[in-house]
């Protein structure tokens, strides 16, 4: 079992910057992938980022590649989102989740835990 807490979220002004956090429960963190996903009112869930087990391969959506980095640390339970160059459409809740395995990580599907989410909005 796997409890995800996001925090960070706010509201920025378009071109400032925001970082998400997600502190991890459990002794098996290190042995998860984990993604950050976001969903905008009215809209589907989206892939944004994830990173593999210990950090050495990550993946971005093309809207956010360049400008929001995805890292994290093991030692202390933490992944993180550096999202710079905010624009009003990345306006949206973000969920942190945890998944078993890469194959797949760009879709929903491989996940096995999320948190509750964190609202971010970006005024223009």
């Known amino acids: 079992q796997v409890r995800l807490v996001e925090s960070g979220g706010g509201l920025v002004q378009a071109g400032g910057s925001l970082r998400l956090s997600c502190a991890a429960s459990?002794?098996?963190?290190?042995?998860?992938?984990m993604g950050w996903f976001r969903q905008a009112p009215g809209k589907e869930r989206e892939f944004v980022a994830a990173i593999s087990w210990g950090g050495g391969r990550t993946y971005y959506a093309d809207s956010v590649q360049g400008r929001f980095t995805i890292s994290r640390d093991n030692a202390k339970n933490t992944v993180l989102l550096q999202m710079n160059s905010l624009k009003p459409e990345d306006t949206a809740v973000y969920y942190c989740a945890a998944a078993q395995t890469l194959q797949g990580i760009r879709g929903a599907g491989p996940y096995d835990y999320w948190g509750q989410g964190t609202q971010v909005t970006v005024s223009s």
């Open positions: 459990g002794r098996t963190f290190s042995s998860y992938a």
